[in-house]
C-alpha cells in the first residue's frame, strides 16, 4: 500500500529565514508524482510545487524548493525567506492512481 | 481557472439521516475524489472516479457512497449519518492526462 508520512505536527520559523518540511513516503511504483500542497485559514487547498519522480533534477518555485530523494523515499520542502503569508498546513501528497496525503504540518511564521 | 465547487459550506445534520454532499467541476475532468480532512489525520481518500459510473474505493470508504451519474458532478452520500462523520470534507478533480488536482472550497458537516 502507498503511504506518506509527515513526521513534524508543527514547525516555526522566523521571518525572512528558511525552514524544512519533511516528507517520505513508501511505495512500489517507479513512475508517481509528488507534490506540497498548502492550506491556509480560508481551506483552500494550493498547490505549492510538484515532482515527477522520473525526474532528477529537483523542483524549484521562486522562494520554494524541494529535495527529492528516490531511492530514499524523500521529498522535503525548502521554503526560502520566509514571509508571514507562508504560515499554513502544509501538506504533502502522492500520485500513482489515487492521490493520497500526508498528516500535515502546521507551519507558522513569526516576525 | 478550473473551478470546482461543493454545494454547501457549512452543513448540520441529525444522526441517522441521509446527507448528500455535491461536488461539480467546470473542466471536463474525468477523476474526482472525496476527502475527509480531521484534525492530526490530515487528508483521508474515501472514494475516487475515473469516469461517469466508475468509482473506486478509497481508505476509508466504510459508511459512504458516491455516485457519478454526470462527468461533473460526483456527489458523497451517507446513508445514515453518525456523528463520527462530522468532519471536513474536500472534493476535488484532475484530469486523466494531468497529475495537478484542483480543489473545492471544503464543506464542515456537524452531525448531531
Known amino acids: 500500500a502507498q503511504t506518506v508520512t509527515q513526521s513534524q505536527p508543527e514547525m516555526s520559523v522566523q521571518e525572512a529565514e528558511t525552514v524544512t518540511l519533511s516528507c517520505t513516503y513508501d511505495?512500489?511504483?517507479?513512475?508517481?508524482?509528488l507534490f506540497w500542497y498548502k492550506q491556509p485559514p480560508s481551506r483552500q487547498m494550493i498547490l505549492v510545487i510538484r515532482?515527477?519522480?522520473?525526474?532528477?533534477q529537483n523542483a524549484t518555485e521562486n522562494r520554494f524548493s524541494v529535495n527529492f530523494q528516490k531511492a530514499a523515499k524523500s521529498f522535503s520542502l525548502k521554503i526560502s525567506d520566509s514571509q508571514l503569508g507562508d504560515a499554513a498546513m502544509y501538506f504533502c501528497?502522492?500520485?500513482?492512481?489515487?492521490?493520497?496525503f500526508g498528516t500535515g504540518t502546521r507551519l507558522q511564521v513569526f516576525p | 481557472d478550473v473551478k470546482v465547487t461543493q454545494s454547501s459550506r457549512y452543513l448540520v445534520k441529525r444522526t441517522g439521516e441521509k446527507v448528500f454532499l455535491e461536488c461539480v467541476q467546470d473542466?471536463?475532468?474525468?477523476?474526482m475524489f472525496w476527502y475527509r480532512q480531521d484534525p492530526g489525520l490530515g487528508l483521508r481518500l474515501i472514494y475516487f472516479?475515473?469516469?461517469?459510473?466508475?468509482?473506486e474505493k478509497g481508505d476509508i470508504p466504510e459508511g459512504y457512497s458516491v455516485s457519478r451519474e454526470k462527468k461533473e458532478r460526483f456527489s458523497l452520500i451517507l446513508e445514515s449519518a453518525s456523528t463520527n462523520q462530522t468532519s471536513m470534507y474536500l472534493c476535488?478533480?484532475?484530469?486523466?492526462?494531468?497529475?495537478?488536482?484542483?480543489f473545492g472550497q471544503g464543506t464542515r458537516l456537524t452531525v448531531v
Open positions: 476535488a478533480s484532475s484530469l486523466l492526462s494531468q497529475p495537478k488536482a484542483f
Open positions: 511505495t512500489s511504483e517507479s513512475d508517481y508524482y
Open positions: 515532482q515527477e519522480a522520473y525526474k532528477q
Open positions: 501528497a502522492y500520485r500513482h492512481d489515487k492521490l493520497i
Open positions: 473542466m471536463d475532468h474525468e477523476n
Open positions: 472516479s475515473y469516469d461517469v459510473k466508475m468509482k
